[in-house]
């Protein structure tokens, strides 16, 4: 399998990750956004311990990362979802949450600025669709509204949406760094969120069912889908993955719908058409790049 392809496969299996953490989340229970952090990124902490070992070098080795490179990778883990919580509290679920959904977008506009890349024209159309199915998707019936109340949970979202964004094509961009190093930025984020914690919130003692599930999204949504995002956005095609990052939110829905913990409606399905057409329709290069290979092979 050709590294481009796996590192597409990568990000798309992070997408499908994140789009459990709803449905996941609810099985914790009511322990603080900053304790959760913590614990689960300490999970993931133990994935990046498993790659060490596998690789032999040792914890020490493993830490002797450049600084620039610890400023993107806990920038973006920590700073992400400090910045998530913030939004949350002061602004409602649904208008944050469509805000930070913008980080699809700008991660396709900005890797317009890597070496190798452009922006093309059915990259721009792709994303248009995209976003607008997305805020049929969280809005409120097929729409949003704008409080001016809520204008700080509003920035707190915008700045989340240029974090990830960021992190992810700046991880592109030094993608020299190991996958492994990323267990590195999962330590010190479930330290820093541990310290947040002590610090504003009062310690939950989890039940056995919200132990079991801080580990599930320890190994998934919340610690073992970075490393396959850093994989992919690092050797995959960041414009792809990019776009059906637009899935997330598509998918976590379904998800609720399946378990029962949403109701499906036809805003919902109309959301689905204009989040795969965006899909295809920005990933225009793959069809002709296989085309093209496959009319050759038939020359």
Known sequence: MQQKTKGNIFGVLAILL????????????????????????????????FLWKKEKKGILAQLKIPFKNWLIGVGGLFGY?????????NAPAIEANLINYLWPLFIVLFSAFLPGIRLRWFHIL?????????????GKD???????????????????????????????????????????F????????AILHFLFEPTVIPALKSYIAILILGLGPVGGAFFLWDY???????????????????????????????????????????????????????????????SQQHL
Request: proline share 4%; glycine share 10%.
């Open 142 to 184: 097929g729409g949003f509204s704008f409080d001016f109340e809520y204008m700080w949970g509003y920035f707190y979202a915008f700045l989340c949406a240029l974090i990830w964004s960021s992190y992810s094509v700046l991880s592109k961009y030094f993608g020299k760094m190991p996958v492994s190093s990323v267990g590195a």
């Open 232 to 294: 992919g956005v690092k050797n995959g095609d960041i414009q792809m993955i990019g776009v059906f990052s637009y899935a997330t939110p598509l998918l976590s829905t379904v998800l609720l719908i399946f378990f029962g913990l949403s109701k499906p409606s036809p805003v919902i399905w109309m959301a689905a058409v204009l989040i795969s057409l965006g899909s295809i329709i920005a990933s225009l290069s793959l069809f002709e790049k296989f085309f093209r290979s496959h």
């Open 81 to 89: 979802h400090f910045f998530y919580f913030l939004a949350l509290r």
């Open 186 to 193: 999962c330590g010190v984020t479930a330290l820093l969120a």
């Open 18 to 49: 994140w789009s459990t953490l709803a449905s996941t989340t609810v099985l914790v229970g009511k322990i603080p956004p900053f304790q959760l952090v913590s614990m689960s990124f300490f999970v993931a902490f133990f994935i990046g311990l």
């Open 126 to 138: 792709g994303v248009s669709l995209g976003f607008f199915g997305v805020i049929m998707l969280v």
